[in-house]
């Protein structure tokens, strides 16, 4: 049973434009969110995080929003860039001292120029 | 800072052979994790240290894997036999771990064939 969606394998926006990435979650035990970008022969690397107490959280050109009545959580890139084209993961972790993540299995997000 | 280090990057074996992968996490970092992720999967957790003590190993088929993490540092992950769909990116990453809700910084991970 998968306990964090992301339902689009893959998502292709012009340079320019908004990239918006979705994700879903289950588990209500979530408190914390995080979304990972991991380019090939990579490992992940931390790109922005939300406490489930906010409902924003913005950092440059990247924007995480929570809406915990729906267990939904959107990732906003504005501009898009080339070098934004990555499988992105989004990660949610329950609280407590067993904190490691519980992943989605990735959009491929593709910036044409 | 250095990151997370891992090795070997990729490992080639047959099936029913042991294997052993190594990590050494960013200095300080008290968690560290062993995370599997499958060809179009996200990472899954297999095991959670925190020091030298387990926290949660839940997830790890410990009939095959094993993990240690002797001295609350370096960290090696096993697997014996190994089996044809343990063909994955092992991952392992670090954090402070604690109250504080931080991020967990991943190595390059260690690419596993089992043939």
């Known amino acids: 049973d998968q306990q964090v969606k992301q339902n689009s394998p893959s998502l292709s926006v012009q340079e320019g434009r908004i990239s918006i990435l979705n994700c879903d979650y289950t588990?209500?035990?979530?408190?914390?969110f995080l979304w990972y970008k991991k380019y090939p022969a990579e490992g992940p690397t931390f790109l922005i995080s939300?406490?489930?107490?906010?409902d924003k959280n913005e950092d440059g050109r990247f924007t995480v929003f929570l809406n915990k009545s729906a267990k939904h959580l959107s990732l906003h890139i504005v501009p898009s860039q080339p070098g934004d084209s990555a499988v992105y993961f989004c990660?949610?972790?329950?609280?407590?001292?067993?904190?490691?993540?519980?992943f989605g299995k990735g959009t491929h997000l593709i910036i044409q120029p | 800072e250095a990151g997370v280090a891992q090795s070997p990057r990729y490992k080639i074996i047959e099936k029913r052979q042991s294997v052993a992968f190594w990590c050494n996490p960013i200095?300080?970092?008290?968690?560290l994790y062993w995370y599997q992720q499958i060809l179009g999967q996200g990472p899954k957790l297999l095991i959670q240290?925190?020091?030298?003590?387990?926290?949660?190993d839940s997830q790890l088929p410990k009939d095959r894997f094993s993990a240690e993490r002797l001295k609350g540092v370096d960290s090696t992950l096993k697997i014996q036999p190994a089996k044809l769909e343990d063909s994955a990116v092992y991952l392992c990453?670090?954090?402070?771990?604690?109250?504080?809700?931080?991020?967990?910084?991943f190595g390059q991970g260690t690419r596993l064939t089992v043939v």
């Open positions: 990453a670090s954090s402070f771990g604690g109250l504080l809700n931080t991020e967990a910084f």
């Open positions: 588990n209500s035990m979530f408190d914390y």
């Open positions: 939300i406490s489930s107490i906010k």
């Open positions: 990660a949610a972790r329950s609280g407590g001292g067993a904190d490691g993540l519980t």
């Open positions: 200095s300080g970092h008290a968690t």
């Open positions: 240290f925190q020091n030298n003590g387990v926290v949660d």
